[in-house]
Nanobody, 119 residues
Framework: VQLLESGGGSVQAGGSHKLSCSPS????????MGWYRQAPGKERELVAT???????TYHDSVKGRFTMSRDNAKNTLYLQMNSLKPEDTAVYYC??????????????WGRGTQVTVSS
């Protein structure tokens, strides 16, 4: 089972950007979905998460600016980022907690996609 992120790039402060994350593999059920980020010299931090299709919760620094959503038909996760700030610059990772068709419970990570916000 793998996750593929897309949508990274460079954007000016105040702009918007959208990330996508799609899984591949023999997934039976997705229990948790989320986005994390890691800025240079800092630890990885949670940006947004959703457990069992509940309402997403967000890091305080992105509340009101970022929106996480999902396409259930495609099992695709999105992160819409608005009013971007230079401090949002980081590598963004998606994270799924899944159960495979073989009965295995896995936590899987994408490889990360760089988002750079210039002032």
């Amino acid at each position: 089972v793998q996750l593929l992120e897309s949508g990274g790039g460079s954007v000016q402060a105040g702009g918007s950007h959208k990330l996508s994350c799609s899984p591949s593999g023999d997934i039976l059920n997705i229990n948790t979905m989320g986005w994390y980020r890691q800025a240079p010299g800092k630890e990885r931090e949670l940006v947004a998460t959703e457990i069992s299709q509940s309402e997403p919760t967000y890091h305080d620094s992105v509340k009101g600016r970022f929106t996480m959503s999902r396409d259930n038909a495609k099992n695709t996760l999105y992160l819409q980022m608005n009013s971007l700030k230079p401090e949002d610059t980081a590598v963004y990772y998606c994270n799924f907690g899944v159960v495979t068709v073989y009965g295995d419970s896995l936590e899987i990570w994408g490889r990360g996609t760089q988002v750079t916000v210039s002032s």
